[in-house]
């Protein structure tokens, strides 16, 4: 009995080490091209670089200055963690709110929030568009507003649902020893939050890090991020450095997988977590 | 409690409420009621009925766009939950390199669409290029182009959710089951599957919605080429907007039909979901 299950593990293990392989496969080859002569990456792309077609560094150093990478991956860097800071902080505060003051509007409030999970981006593209305009919010500090706005739904109904699961209790006690709402969110609510908050957080992250269309609305001719860079860096009509290309797509996979090796653990806890809102 | 809270509103609620207020609230409201209307502007906009919807559903693209789109939805919900329920079961059945194989399937899913889409235009040209074609030769290409890269996107997050449902199976059911002499598709067809039925559920919703929602991906492969045969709603209303001058007022009216079809899709599927629910 125990010897057939460990032949079916080998095998088992095989398999799924096969598809393992199969599954890194492309970025693997996107990265060997980012070494190759531009004009040898359409012909062969699955042949390694040789001597003739090795390039060194040089799409690097081209895509780099092509797209102005590096401030592009400082405006993504900032986006990111301002907007996901803020949205934590304030939809914490506001979903603790709504769910503990029970009144019509707050629940009114609450189902807002919850019908805008399932509105398409492309429902408000065009006016968010031009209310950003109007009100000065297209530029990088205005945009984390938009993020803070667009990005509430989702936010607020993972907090809500982890509030309604804490007993009252506790937060009746802190109040009765004195202290203030304020006090008590912050020292006794927003700890017991933690959980819930890592999983908003990554969410978060995933979607405004990897974001296109929404920050080239609205601040995108001026301010681009590493998805905008890209994008412009194929411009028009086929002329596309295909050596810059494979070299700026290897930087924007790095950085996500460098941050994606240190908090695994926290991802895909996140992740099934956060598939509740189905 | 709720007293002494209740002042604290403009702290607490005010911020989230104006952030809200201007970036969906405000655009909602404004997108539907310019969608009955002519404008290039906002400003300039003149009420103009159901004009907006007739044209949409009129264009060629509208219409392509919505059968490309129903098409490639099915085609990847089907296959991406089928490999990712397969390879839950094979995950939660072997022991060694158990994480590390999740770490890896799992991966695809953060990396952006915009990069998603240019990597596999490479690999999917490159075997193309065999045959002296590329993608945009056949807007078939571009159809399975997509459905690929949804799967490579998307199977690592959805065998997440399996192998998290799999693991909430109690194991002596199973083994009952066995006992009274169940053969291994018995079980998985009249245990496991039923019990696993909440993540399946969750599933098929974030698929469905993520497939129906597709835009990043679309754009980067083939930008809808040729000829606008591989574009996505999505894409199309995009297009509506900032690629015809005068058509903004149809980009809205299809982005009303959008939504509308986006929402119907979560009532539906929250319909099924609660009948589920009554049944266990």
Same mark, same amino acid.
């Given at each position: 009995m125990q010897k057939t299950n460990r032949g079916a593990d080998t095998l088992i293990f095989l398999i799924l080490f096969l598809l393992a392989v199969a599954f890194i496969s492309p970025i693997l080859i996107v990265l060997m091209n980012s070494f190759k002569g531009k004009f040898f990456i359409s012909d062969?792309?699955?042949?390694?670089?040789?001597?003739?077609?090795f390039s060194g560094l040089s799409n690097y150093t081209s895509g780099i200055a092509k797209t102005d990478f590096i401030s592009a991956f400082g405006m993504s860097l900032f986006i990111t963690v301002f907007s996901v800071a803020v949205i934590v902080l304030f939809t914490s505060m506001t979903a603790w709110y709504i769910t503990r003051v029970k009144t019509k509007f707050n629940q009114l409030l609450y189902y807002i929030f919850v019908f805008s999970m399932i509105v398409p981006f492309q429902m408000v593209m065009f006016t968010m568009t031009k209310t950003a305009n109007v009100l000065n919010l297209d530029n990088p500090i205005g945009i984390i507003l938009i993020y803070l706005g667009f990005g509430s739904g989702l936010s607020v109904f993972l907090f809500s649902g982890f509030v309604k699961s804490i007993p009252i209790e506790i937060e009746e006690a802190v109040m009765i020893d004195g202290c203030n709402p304020v006090q008590s969110f912050f020292k006794v609510v927003l700890?017991?939050?933690?959980?819930?908050?890592?999983?908003v957080a990554i969410l978060n992250v995933m979607w405004v890090w990897n974001d296109y269309l929404l920050p080239d609305l609205v601040i995108g001719s001026e301010y681009k991020t590493?998805?905008?860079?890209?994008?412009?860096?194929?411009g028009g009509y086929g002329s596309i450095d295909m050596g810059a290309m494979m070299a700026m797509l290897v930087l924007a996979i790095v950085p996500i997988v460098i941050f994606y090796l240190l908090c695994q653990k926290y991802i895909i806890e996140g992740v099934v977590a956060g598939a509740v809102k189905g | 409690m709720q007293k002494s809270m209740k002042k604290y509103f403009a702290l607490f609620a005010l911020p989230t409420i104006i952030a809200f207020s201007v970036a969906f609230v405000l655009p909602f409201i404004l997108g539907v009621y310019l969608s009955?209307?002519?404008f290039t502007t906002v400003n300039d906009a003149k009420w103009v009925g159901l004009s907006n919807y007739v044209k949409a559903f009129s264009n060629q693209d509208f219409l392509n766009a919505l059968w490309f789109t129903v098409k490639f939805t099915v085609v990847s919900v089907l296959t991406i939950n089928v490999f990712a329920f397969i390879l839950a079961m094979l995950l939660t059945?072997?022991?060694? /390199?158990t994480n590390l194989f999740r770490t890896v399937f799992f991966m695809p899913n953060l990396i952006g669409g915009i990069v998603l889409g240019y990597i596999w235009q490479l690999i999917i040209n490159g075997v193309l290029y065999k045959f002296d074609l590329t993608l945009t030769f056949d807007p078939k290409y571009g159809f399975w182009g997509l459905v690929v890269l949804m799967?490579?996107?998307?199977? /690592?997050y959805m065998m997440i959710i399996y192998v998290a449902g799999i693991q909430n199976v109690p194991k002596d059911v199973i083994e009952v089951a066995k006992i009274d002499g169940a053969s291994r598709f018995q079980v998985l067809r009249n245990v496991t599957l039923?019990?696993?039925?909440?993540?399946?559920?969750?599933?098929l919703f974030l698929t469905l919605s993520n497939s129906f929602k597709l835009f990043d991906q679309n754009l980067a492969l083939t930008a809808g080429a040729p000829a606008k045969q591989t574009a996505m709603l999505a894409l199309d209303i995009y297009n509506t907007f900032y690629g015809k001058t005068g058509w903004e007022g149809v980009g809205q009216a299809k982005a009303v039909v959008f939504f509308v079809l986006v929402a119907l899709i979560a009532l539906v599927q929250l319909l099924i979901t609660r009948r589920k629910e009554v049944e266990s």
């Open positions: 062969t792309p699955f042949l390694l670089p040789n001597s003739e077609t700890p017991i939050l933690k959980p819930i908050a890592i999983t590493i998805p905008i860079a890209i994008q412009y860096l194929k | 009955f209307t002519e059945r072997g022991k060694k /390199g799967n490579w996107q998307l199977i /690592g039923p019990l696993v039925m909440p993540s399946i559920t969750i599933c």
